[in-house]
């Protein structure tokens, strides 16, 4: 049976890889639906298997990306309106609280730190 999740999570999210790795997670665990930026962090609709739902969440929790920090990760049921046809990456969505912490700059890896 399909269930729709939309998780929302906060903290340092933007800017950190979190949304490739999320739709990375999305398509090993059998999933529809979109990751989108927010003002008050990162926005995840989720159709598929409860069970694969769980894993997704179990894998994104405890490998986030290095330089991610989640504060907070909320998860809720809804009913589906919509169905999905793949998962991906979309254009940000507007939220009426806005939140999001906006990491400084910092080097991927270390052939980008320059002497």
């Given at each position: 049976m399909v269930r729709q999740l939309e998780i929302s999570i906060s903290g340092r999210v933007q800017g950190v890889g979190m949304r490739p790795f999320i739709y990375?997670?999305?398509?090993?665990?059998?999933?529809?639906?979109?990751?989108a930026n927010t003002s008050s962090g990162v926005t995840v609709l989720l159709q598929g298997q409860a069970e694969l739902q769980q894993q997704f969440i179990d894998t994104l929790v405890q490998q986030a990306p290095a330089s991610s920090e989640i504060k907070v990760f909320n998860a809720e049921i809804q009913s589906i309106s919509k169905r999905y046809e793949h998962f991906q990456?979309?254009?940000?969505?507007?939220?009426?609280?806005?939140?999001?912490?906006?990491?400084t700059d910092f080097a991927l890896c270390p052939a980008n730190i320059h002497s």
């Open positions: 990375q997670l999305a398509h090993r665990f059998q999933q529809k639906g979109f990751v990456i979309t254009d940000s969505l507007a939220s009426h609280n806005p939140s999001a912490f906006t990491p």
